[in-house]
Nanobody
Framework: QVQLVESGGGLVQPGDSLRLSCAASGLSFRRYTMAWFRQAPGKEREFVAVTSQRTGSTFYADSVKGRFTISRDNAKNTVTLQMNNLKPDDSAVYYC???????????????????WGQGTQVTVSR
C-alpha cells in the first residue's frame, strides 16, 4: 500500500522560507517520479515542481522558479520542497504526488499521477 505523508506547512510572513517534506512508503521510491502540486481555494490544482530519478528530469512552474527547490533522498524515501522568498500567492494546500511510469511531457499534469498525499497547508500573510 503506497502512502505519501506531507509535513512542514505553516503560517509565515512574505519573504520567509519553509521546507516541506514528503515521506513515501510502500513503493520502490527510486523508480518513481515525485512531484509537488498546490491548490488554493476556488482554484484548480497546479503544478509546482517535479523530479524524476528515472529520466533525470527536474522542472519547476515559472511562478516558483528561482525561489523553490525540489530534492529527493532515495535512501530515506523522501522528497522535499525548499521554498524561499514566499509570497502571498504561494498560499495553498501543497500536495505530494508519485507515479512510476509518467512520461516527461505529462509530468506537469496532476491527473496523470497515481498516488497522492493528504496535503499540508501553507499560508503566507502579514
Amino acid at each position: 500500500q503506497v502512502q505519501l505523508v506531507e509535513s512542514g506547512g505553516g503560517l509565515v510572513q512574505p519573504g520567509d522560507s519553509l521546507r516541506l517534506s514528503c515521506a513515501a512508503s510502500g513503493l520502490s521510491f527510486r523508480r518513481y517520479t515525485m512531484a509537488w502540486f498546490r491548490q488554493a481555494p476556488g482554484k484548480e490544482r497546479e503544478f509546482v515542481a517535479v523530479t524524476s530519478q528515472r529520466t533525470g528530469s527536474t522542472f519547476y512552474a515559472d511562478s516558483v522558479k528561482g525561489r523553490f527547490t525540489i530534492s529527493r533522498d532515495n535512501a530515506k524515501n523522501t522528497v522535499t520542497l525548499q521554498m524561499n522568498n514566499l509570497k502571498p500567492d504561494d498560499s495553498a494546500v501543497y500536495y505530494c504526488a508519485a507515479d512510476e511510469r509518467i512520461i516527461v511531457s505529462q509530468m506537469r499534469v496532476w491527473s496523470q499521477y497515481d498516488y497522492w498525499g493528504q496535503g499540508t497547508q501553507v499560508t503566507v500573510s502579514r
